[in-house]
């Protein structure tokens, strides 16, 4: 039986992070508007991302023969921040406050790891 320590942490973000989703979704909003369809490319922009992380691990395991290993572990972290930051810009896009929606997320799993 593993036992698993408990983790305890601080949520705190460099204010350039909240700033750049804020700025990507200002970009975003000019440049295709605010709709519903846009909107809803946003967030599914979170599925293409998150393919690209998977990708990154496969290429980093070397799970397909033909191709071997491509990828590094610094890879898939890149790919990972990618979904991330892709995240904050649809919360801000859904005119919400990504700071605060991530906030209370955190809380949520602090709760439950204390």
């Not at 295709?32 to 599925?47: D, F, M, V």
């Not at 990154?56 to 071997?68: C, D, M, S």
């Not at 801000?92 to 204390?114: F, H, I, M, N, P």
Request: overall charge neutral.
């Amino acid at each position: 039986m593993r036992i698993v320590t408990p983790v305890r942490f601080t949520v705190r973000v460099d204010e350039s992070i909240w700033e750049a989703a804020r700025a990507s979704r200002g970009w975003l909003d000019a440049a295709n508007g605010t709709g519903q369809a846009e909107l809803t490319c946003r967030i599914l922009k979170l599925t293409e991302e998150a393919g690209e992380a998977a990708g990154a691990w496969i290429g980093l395991v070397g799970q397909n023969p033909r191709k071997g290993v491509t990828h590094t572990r610094e890879d898939v972290a890149a790919e990972l921040a990618d979904v991330v930051l892709t995240a904050l810009v649809a919360i801000e896009s859904l005119g919400l406050d990504a700071r605060t929606v991530v906030t209370a997320c955190a809380e949520k799993v602090r709760s439950r790891t204390a």
